[in-house]
């Protein structure tokens, strides 16, 4: 980068800033020659990231300009590291060769660059750059008259979703799509803080309508199902995105589908972060639920697990035909195996058929369709032969076979294993096309000749260390040790000098020459041919993209149920039924994180039951801390998603009622940059639990009320006990330390209570972590502070606070005086009602002027007596 004039910048500088300009807050990657350079303060950041030198070159305004730049050909690795960090890419390269830019403007004249692509978030295909086991999803939203529309796809395998919902659902919604980047309208101030400001016009719902219609080649979207405008809107902003980012190349898309808000059951984003579907709370897979499960063969089919656990389903039809295909491959074992060791040995075709469509694609993305499409039909042989095949595999067989053409152009015309680059050729098998063979058998017969000159030209030196070598500089060269070079040097010797080195002199010779230019003629036309061939095997992929996705589709879906059968056979867990009534009856369930984890250190986990009906519909759980409240709590919400997503559970038996939606407010941290304390989250979460679980809800519900005073603590716990049971009607699990709330089973006949057991033995609490019917009798709250470690005598003197505090309370009636004749909830919003103000309504009743005297003195006397009995 060349530093200012006095005339100002440089044609390279003024380049640079045309193209920072347009790189619209990216960083940008700007090719020279082999590396892509940064400048200025694009430098500074992505050499603090990378961890890379940073220099300088030039001066810009009197100021050293900042550099720093990485190879091309090792890039991806850079720009994964940037993408993790939360940074976008605009890549510039070089647009025409140096030649080129000379016949253009001259010897001096600047190679012309631009722009050719963005690398964001969401728009990543390339293999090295995405997780195998992760769909990496772009979403687009926006709101139309009030209404929220969402559309996401996944480009890596094209699917895409379009869907919208209420502007007080699309938090969940957004949660449950799991975002790896966010575009939403400027201006919109409901717009969530990570989003990417588009223009507003870019959210038309006309030009969405009219995108996907001709993106698909259809005259309507009716055979792709029915699309409100919201849907189209949000459509066209995520298209035009990725038509903005891919510089005019738009990657795979499928043909869209609505997603229904009644589908699938819901959960809010604070639901998904405690109970660790996809990730644990420390922000990693290890220690979520699917980490726990995920016994897939396939990233295709890890992705597809996440998935459904992310929204399970709220139709039995379809939950019992996923847990049918489980059923059947858990009962074969021998069967379940053979399949599993063939889809271990598949390629992830719907990625590489990604990357052909996005102009992405190399020769082994080719193979990976070839040989993944292959094995598809194997499979489908494979479980076609088998008896009494479930009605989910009827539906997917089909798919994963009908590709017979194309896979056998592409076994004819590639080699066994590909390779990831195509400019150096090799990749078309031989047999394939006579004249490529031709050329090619024309290099390798000018190679041999130059093995033979070789050998020839050391005989008639007697210079035995003589090589005929090559490399990108020279071409063919011939070599000698520099004591030897006067030798090829003389007159009429037939060698031409053309370099001399410390320890070697290199020549030329005309037949040497000659070989090298048949090989380099050869090469050239051989290139070209396999490069012409490579292009016509991505036209006729994609011409079968939908097919292709369609069988990768179907070989997830065959992964995650044998996948499922697996970890139901390796954990001993059960069939659920599936129920329309409000029932949650689960025998022997278990948490199967928690679960996972004592059996790597050799202990047992206690299995509890839980029997939610609609006469017994709430649980009060009390019991020391550490006893297993919130494990129980967040074990049977673990096994309601399981049980809905279509898969076995950790239990000996369930029957499971189903779920529209599952709240979790278990564990709270505070959220500082919003300005909220925990408290604070605490009731937010449980205003939006009371504001929205329906009859066929599913809450879970720990320690409300812990975050303030004792007694406004209690007395919010107490209301939203009695909320939920009056007014919510759900199914809950609710754990407290209140033993006060025990008094509410006297009035709420859908409220039972229980309790986690522990003994205290020889001074030691012992945590059993079973689950017993009944209240507690303690919370065991100075056992728990011994065994974690407080001072004796800290707890010495807890203990005697705690001793003049339980006497007082058997003097007063303690925290729950007076509560017992308490209304309910529904009777006491009667209740709170303002009072009726009798005196007034009297008074204004009097006609003064009519009143004789003796008259007023008696209604003063009647008021005076109706004011002291309202002070009594």
Known sequence: MAGAKAGGPTPMMQQYFALKREAEGCLLFYRMGDFFELFFEDARQAAAILDIALTSRGEHDGQPVAMCGVPVHSAEGYLARLIKAGCRVAIAEQVETPEEAKKRGGSKALVAR??????????????????????????????LRGTIGIAACDISTGRMELEECPTETMGAALARIGASELVAPDGWSAAPDSAILRPQPDFSSDQGKLQLTQLHGVATLDAFGSFTRPMLAAANGLITYLDHVGRGNLPLLLPPLARGQADTLTMDEATRTSLEILQSQQGTRTGSLIAAIDRCSTGAGARQLADDLSAPLLSREAIEARLVLVHWLHDDPLLRADLREVLRALPDIGRALGRVVAGRGSPRDLGQIRDGLAEARRISDFLAGKADRPGLLERLLPELTGQGALVDMLQRALVASPPTERAQGGFIAEGYDAALDELRSVSGNARRAIAALESRYRDETSIAALKIKHNGVLGYFIEVPAKHGDLLMAPGSGFTHRQTMAGAVRFNSLQLHEEA?????????????????????????????????????????????????????????????????SVLAIQGGRHPVVEAALARSGERFVANDCTLSVQDRLWLIGGPNMGGKSTFLRQNALIVLLAQAGGYVPATSATIGLVDTVFSRVGASDNLA?????????????????????????????????????????????????????????????????????????SCDALSLHHVRAREWSGDLVLLHELAKGPADRSYGLAVAKLAGVPKPVVAR??????????????????AAGLGDLP???????????????????????????????????????????ASETES
């Open 517 to 581: 230019s048949r090989i380099a003629q050869a090469g050239g036309h051989a290139m070209a041919a396999e490069e012409a061939h490579f292009e016509q095997l991505s036209t006729q992929v994609m011409a079968s993209r939908e097919a292709i996705a369609r069988t990768a589709q179907a070989l997830a879906r065959i992964d995650v149920s044998a996948g499922q059968a697996e970890r139901a056979a390796e954990g001993g867990w059960c069939r659920p039924q599936i129920s329309e009534d």
């Open 114 to 143: 631009d722009i050719v692509r963005f690398v964001t978030a969401g728009t990543l295909t390339e293999e090295s750059l995405l997780e195998p086991r992760h769909a990496n999803v772009l979403a687009a939203i926006c709101d």
């Open 674 to 746: 919003r300005g909220r304390s925990t408290f604070m989250v605490e009731m937010v979460e449980t205003a939006a639990i009371l504001a929205q679980a329906s009859e066929r809800s599913f809450v879970i519900l720990d320690e409300v009320g812990r975050g303030t005073s004792t007694y406004d603590g209690l007395a919010l716990a107490w209301s939203v006990v009695e909320a939920i049971h009056e007014v919510n009607r759900c199914r809950c699990l609710f754990a407290t330390h209140y033993h006060e709330l025990s008094r509410l089973a006297e």
């Open 798 to 815: 807890a203990k005697a606070v705690l001793d003049r505090l339980e006497k007082n309370r058997g003097e007063t009636g303690g925290l």
């Open 824 to 866: 309910l909830f529904a009777a006491a919003q009667e209740a709170a009602s303002p009072p009726q103000d009798h005196l007034r309504e009297k008074l204004a009743q009097v006609d003064v002027d009519a009143l004789t005297p003796r008259a007023a003195l008696e209604l003063l006397y009647e008021l005076k007596r109706a």
